[in-house]
């Protein structure tokens, strides 16, 4: 009971936190909205599918982002494509990461031969260049979001893993592992109450990592064709911006707002890991103390100078 | 020495196998999909095809009657040979013609922009890294991610449609111009370089910021040790602290991430490559998802992760020259 008590208190120390910091901040009041956006937007706008007006025709005040090569208007489309794209790319976002803490922790806290096999096959996933992987996979199996998924757990693991194994290898031997085992505790319990929670921040910084990935990703794969073209995704998107020759008849709005909100979700989740990283790498937190401190024009290189600490 | 020579053999075996699993993968793939590939394919190309054209594609999968250890057998023994099957969409060009002619461009411009991207990004890591008081440390690596959050081919997309449609600085397409013949003269040269702008710089800009930021991060954590500090006291010169003893240690995290990165910036590549009707392997893959050949798509996925395998055993070498802990 106690031990449960010192857990959540972990958890929501790190929570306040990394809120507290003005980068995650900013990042995570982003993906909510857009989150937001993808939950309800779809039930605010007209369809996206609808032939509205003529092709091809720029911004104005009836659309405000034009209409694209089949007559669709590009608001819509945009707003209506970031439920399934966001969907499918947290989801890949979490289950990368569960698997990457299965097999990277099971690898790293039992050793041995276990880990000479897992290792072996995080490394193979790992050299395996992923995007022509992802197309044979997806090319043979019937496109949609399912197969998306799949196809991005299955090429998004490994780096997950081998991080997970190497930090299980550091906290296998402290002594609260080793108190823990004497005491009779089963290994799972060990590896899945006490271990991980203290691999929050990297636990959190790998979903986030993940799903940034994934999301680029899927839209790649969509691009190419690869994926469900009947539905509306951020990735169709562009397809059907690449299909209708945007370029060629320089209709800019077809593919900028897609592009743009790709990126600035991306760009958020990145500003996230950069707050997640600067509240708990020791590291830097040291560096913030010493540049608090010391004058800048006390500075002349660039050698962090040596402070006497009283924390 | 010998302790290097056998470590390199032994990053080869592992290249080997890792080489051997994706040829297995190669094979299983195809047949693990639910009903049977022939009849998929069948299925897919009812009446677009030549029987002649069916049968050497089940020829070229081993999609026979034998058992699948004989089938398997067979499949690798052609691999070996360099026989990738037969293309659908090129029918009856084997695979492996099409993808040589194809391979060249890929490399060149993956392997220059990975290169231009890798130095550029690193010396700018250690240099923000080394002024990180200064204001280029707080503006530079919010910029970079910036763009780095951008898919690559969209920025490509952005990129072709300002500077070569609107401003007609750049050419929109092909890797040199149909004027120039092909060979070692200087025209052919120059045509190449100039096509090659405006795709290897799209991909420079998207992968110029991790290279930077995981330099700089290193490179903190690099300053802050002891031995920087030794080394500062003793009265050595600031620029050989900052080049020879930081950069030096700093750099070998990042040389790693080169090897772990090529798959990934190929992948850019073949996007890229396909914004700009770049005539390499990217090309090659939309036509082959377009017409779904899939003997030319898995031919792609054989030849990209043999070029990842050597290269990054290459990189094995340059680790080993830098780190000499791995020597020990």
Known sequence: MKNKIQHSSIVTRWFSGVISNKKALAGSCIILFFVFIAIIGPFLIQSPTEFLGTPLSPPSNKYLFGTNGQGQDVFSQTISGARQTLFVGFSAGILVVLIGALIGGIAGYYGGRTDDLLSLIINIFLVMPGLPLMVILASWLPPGPGTLLGVLVLTGWAWNARVIRSQMMTFRNRDFVSAAIVSGEKNIRIIIIEIMPRMLSLLASMFIGSSIYAIGAQVGLEFLGLGDISRVTWGTNLYWASNDLALLTESWWTFVPTGLSIAVVSFSLTLINFGIDEVTNPRLVSERLWREKIPKKNISNGITPVLKSHE | ?328
């Not at chain 2, 700018?124 to 690596?141: E, M, Q, V, Y």
């Open chain 2, 1 to 328: 020495m010998s302790k290097s020579i056998s470590y390199l053999i032994r990053r080869l075996g592992f290249y080997l196998v890792a080489a051997f699993a994706a040829l297995t993968l190669n094979f299983i793939i195809p047949r693990m999909m639910p009903g049977d590939p022939a009849s998929i394919i069948f299925a897919r190309f009812r009446g677009k095809l030549k029987p002649e054209a069916i049968e050497a594609m089940r020829q070229s999968f081993g999609l026979t009657n034998d058992p699948l250890l004989v089938q398997y057998w067979s499949y690798l023994k052609g691999i070996l040979g360099g026989n990738l099957g037969t293309s659908i969409a090129y029918f009856p060009e084997p695979v492996s013609n099409i993808i040589s002619s194809g391979l060249f461009w890929t490399i060149f411009l993956a392997g220059f922009s990975l290169i231009v991207a890798f130095s550029i990004g690193t010396l700018l890591g250690i240099f923000i890294a080394w002024n990180r008081t200064g204001k280029l440390d707080t503006l530079l690596p919010p910029t970079l991610a910036f763009l780095g959050a951008f898919p690559y081919f969209w920025l490509a997309m952005l990129s072709l449609y300002i500077f070569g449609f609107s401003l007609n600085w750049f050419p929109l397409s092909h890797a040199y111009g149909n004027q120039v013949s092909p060979g070692l003269n200087l025209s052919f040269i120059l045509s190449v370089i100039y096509h090659a702008i405006l795709p290897a710089f799209t991909m420079i800009f998207v992968s110029l910021g991790g290279w930077m930021l995981s330099m700089r991060n290193t490179m903190i954590s690099t300053l802050g040790a002891d031995y920087i500090t030794f080394a500062n006291a003793k009265g050595i010169s600031s620029r050989h602290i900052m080049l020879r003893y930081a950069a030096r240690n700093a750099i070998l995290p990042n040389l790693t991430g080169f090897g772990m990165a090529l798959g990934f910036i190929l992948s850019g590549a073949l996007l890229t490559e396909i914004i700009f009707s770049y005539p390499g392997q990217g090309y090659l893959l939309l036509q082959a998802v377009k017409s779904q050949d899939f003997p030319l798509m898995q031919g792609i996925f054989m030849t990209i992760t043999f070029a990842v395998l050597a290269a990054n055993w290459l990189v094995d070498i340059a680790i080993l020259i830098f780190d000499p802990r791995t020597r020990k």
